[in-house]
């Protein structure tokens, strides 16, 4: 019986590991780097030290450490030289940073479709947005996936763009054989807790292989001054903010990245040993994982297919009874992003900063570009079959092993297989309100 009707439920608490995974070896790195840090002084050796790693992981040579992934890219955007009223394309299906770090440059985003299979920016979509206006181009790496870098840069190059990999979800992927972190021109990554390269608090990296764009960044990340050596003069020159990232932050992200590769091994193998796992049951597509990348599973994407379950119920109501039946089975799966960012009322209502800018101030393109939702059928589509397994409910990474994958697809299976029937009445419920 179905634990939502009353059974025993798969899986019990403490079943599964939460992340981020936290050793002996983060704890006495942050210990140590306490001890380095009185008295307060910018920028902290410990933090440089991290920056030269990330360096050193991705194979970049310019790298800045910050409080946001948010942060981070913003500082790309900024260091791409996008100005009031220029352009940036960036996908309809992502978090809303990846589209309000254009905001916060004054600038415009402008959304692009997804693609179908991999749920990253088509290039072939980005590129029919390109105007004389656009200056850039953000890919997100979605689950823990990379975009289409090559047709990508492709694109960028044919009208003189830079390219931003939103690195936030992918720590440790690659595309052909290059990591996540160094696919574009510029990369912004997330550390927040929940990221597969975690400061268990917040925390973001920049990275670029361009000293101009560098050094741009740098000033962006601290109050608009210049920073030389271990000496301040005070002095903005440009707008800047304060994203100095938290040092004990920085601690604990370089303890987990000396781990990242290990961690990576795991995750790919749990998240491939689900999909193996899940062939064969009806009303559900697991990832596609193109043959030139890798998957980090940040999140590990189901789509629903109540078609191949020759029900009829919609696929609302299919989804809804998946995540009931699923949660009391002790499975932690949701939805993620509900519709495509530009349906959020930040973009329909045009309020931004108030006034309507930065849609109306005056460099941008004189009438505003709607943004309508049902511009963006794929991400629309994505938004309402998606379920997600992943970030610190029902992680990927370690200590959890393909035993945990088998207990996740036991889950699954027993809901649309063994109890199907039950299943069935549930989704129907809930298609009539029922439920
Ligand atoms: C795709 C994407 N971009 C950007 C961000 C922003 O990162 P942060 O939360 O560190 O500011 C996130 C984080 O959730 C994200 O998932």
Redesign the pocket.
């Known amino acids: 019986m179905l634990a939502v009707n009353g059974g025993t439920p798969v899986l019990g608490p403490g079943d599964i590991a939460p992340w981020p995974h936290i050793t002996d070896d983060d704890r006495a790195a942050v210990l140590a780097v306490m001890d380095r840090a009185s008295p307060w002084r910018w920028p902290f050796e410990p933090i440089q030290e991290f920056e030269a790693a990330w360096a050193q992981a991705i194979g970049l040579p310019h790298t800045i450490a910050v409080n ?4 981070a ?1 913003h500082m790309a955007v900024v260091a791409a030289g996008v100005e009031p009223g220029d352009e940036v394309i960036v996908p309809a299906d ?2 809303l ?2 589209a309000s770090c254009v905001l916060q440059a004054n600038a415009i985003p402008v959304f692009a479709d997804t693609l179908p299979d991999t749920f990253t920016i088509d290039p072939a979509a980005a590129e029919r947005c390109v105007t004389r206006r656009t200056r850039a181009i953000i890919a ?1 790496d ?1 689950n823990g996936l990379p975009a289409d870098y090559d047709e990508l840069a492709a694109v960028a190059r044919r009208h003189n763009l830079a390219l931003i990999e ?1 690195a ?2 992918s720590h440790g992927a690659t595309y052909h054989d290059r990591p996540a972190g160094a696919l574009a021109d510029m990369s912004g990554a ?3 807790g929940s990221k597969a390269l975690s400061a268990l608090g ?1 925390g ?1 990296l920049f990275a670029t292989a361009n000293e101009d764009q560098y050094l741009v960044a740098r000033k962006v990340m601290m109050f608009g001054e210049e920073i030389a050596g271990r000496t301040r003069d005070y002095n903005a020159r440009i707008m800047g903010w304060n994203y100095r990232i938290d040092l004990l932050a920085a601690a604990f992200a370089h303890s987990q990245l000396g781990r990242l590769p290990q961690m990576t091994r795991v995750r790919q193998h749990n998240g491939a040993a689900l999909t193996k796992a899940l062939a064969g049951i009806p009303g559900l597509s697991t990832p596609v994982v193109p043959a030139d990348r890798t998957h980090v599973y940040f999140f590990y994407p189901l789509l629903v297919r109540p078609e191949e379950f020759d029900l009829d119920v919609p696929v609302a109501a299919f989804r809804d009874a998946v995540v009931a039946a699923a949660v009391a089975e002790g499975l932690p799966i949701s939805r993620w992003q509900h519709h495509p960012v530009p349906a959020q009322p930040l973009f329909q209502d045009g309020r931004g900063y108030g006034r309507g800018c930065p849609w109306t101030c005056g460099h941008a393109a004189p009438a505003r570009r709607a943004y309508h939702p049902g511009d963006f059928p794929v991400a629309e589509e994505t938004c309402q079959r998606r379920l997600v397994l992943g970030q610190s409910l029902s992680p990927f990474g370690p200590p959890n092993d393909l035993s945990t994958m088998e207990r996740y697809a036991e889950v699954l299976h027993k809901i649309l297989v063994t109890e199907r029937d039950e299943f069935v009445r549930l989704a129907r419920e809930i298609g009539t309100g029922g439920a």
């Open positions: 946001s992934g948010t942060a890219l992502t978090f940073a990846t997100v979605l939103d936030a979800q997330s550390l927040n917040e973001g």
